[in-house]
């Protein structure tokens, strides 16, 4: 899977687990909800490390925390 995939996927596994909707993110974060909603539909090209660590900052959560699950695998990506 890309890169921008697993992001998304990762993004919709934080929000249902905090039981947060795309607005809340947004509140929590300050980042636009446009670019959230960008990042789940996988509408960027590049996504900049700031942006997910504001977004891990709405999750209260570490960036490592973010990058912790098995959609970030070197196997599961595409080169």
Partial sequence: MQLNMAVSLR???LLE???MTQYMLYKRSGVPKSTINNMI???YDSLKLRVIHEICQGFNISI????HSPLFNENNLEP
């Avoid at 490592?64 to 990058?67: G, L, S, T």
Wanted: proline residues 0%; charged residues 25%.
């Fill in 11 to 13: 993004l919709k596994q």
């Fill in 64 to 67: 490592e925390d973010f990058f």
């Fill in 17 to 19: 687990q905090n039981n």
């Fill in 41 to 43: 539909n996988c509408s």
